[in-house]
């Protein structure tokens, strides 16, 4: 395994309600990502962080926000779910400097009642 | 805009076969092309990474190759096992990227016994 952990692997929650997810890296990498999965559309970019306290936005970030106060720790918050959130959510890692491999989390499913 | 696709969505071969795995893109300007297996359930394990001036990589039964000029990059798996099965997705960095992937659908690989 790369380090790399997300917590909770499932939830289920209601609509109108805040749900954070965080992911955990134990590899001091300065790059971690957000996606979601969903059928036919793939892997979209939600946010992504390029150090502590940096943080941008990715092709699908309406409705999420992010923060990373410490080099490991990487929150993807949705600030009022909806039913449209429902969805895998994957947290990643870029490997260290000289590599642009990704290091993947096992996911968090999320469903959105 | 870059956008990266992978036909079929979804094969089944017969155990022992030699298949290819296709992913087209619609602008040459990258910096990398990634290979990645998704088993059920579980988050994205790279298997390839191949530099623009690459022509292919290889990791036991796979080979990868990209040919930049067609906007094409291939996964060749030699004598396919059940083991196989699994979502293969393509993945590619542009130049002018934050280290922002830009990823295909995947092709859902059934290898029979």
């Known amino acids: 395994d790369a380090g790399i952990t997300q917590s909770p692997r499932h939830k289920v929650t209601e609509t109108g309600t805040p749900v954070t997810l965080r992911c955990h890296q134990t590899e001091n990498h300065r790059y971690m990502y957000w996606y979601r999965q969903d059928p036919g559309h793939g892997l979209r970019l939600i946010h992504y962080s390029y150090g502590v306290k940096d943080t941008d936005k990715g092709e699908v970030s309406d409705g999420y926000s992010v923060s990373r106060s410490k080099t490991e720790d990487f929150l993807l918050t949705l600030e009022s779910a909806t039913s449209s959130q429902t969805s895998v959510y994957f947290c990643a890692m870029k490997g260290p400097t000289g590599t642009d491999t990704q290091y993947f989390g096992p996911g968090t499913r999320l469903t959105v009642l | 805009k870059q956008e990266v696709t992978q036909i079929p969505a979804a094969l089944s071969v017969p155990e022992g076969e030699n298949l290819v795995l296709n992913c087209s893109f619609t602008d040459s300007a990258i910096y990398n092309l990634q290979w990645f297996r998704q088993d059920p359930g579980k988050g994205l394990t790279s298997l390839l990474l191949?530099?623009?001036s690459q022509r292919e990589q290889t990791s036991g039964r796979l080979n990868a190759s990209l040919d930049k000029s067609s906007g094409r990059s291939t996964l060749y798996i030699a004598a396919s096992q059940p083991g196989d099965s699994a979502t293969y997705l393509c993945?590619?960095?542009?130049?002018?990227?934050?280290?922002?992937?830009?990823w295909g659908a995947g092709t859902k690989l059934i290898i029979k016994p």
């Open positions: 993945a590619l960095l542009p130049r002018d990227s934050n280290y922002q992937l830009i």
């Open positions: 191949i530099q623009s």
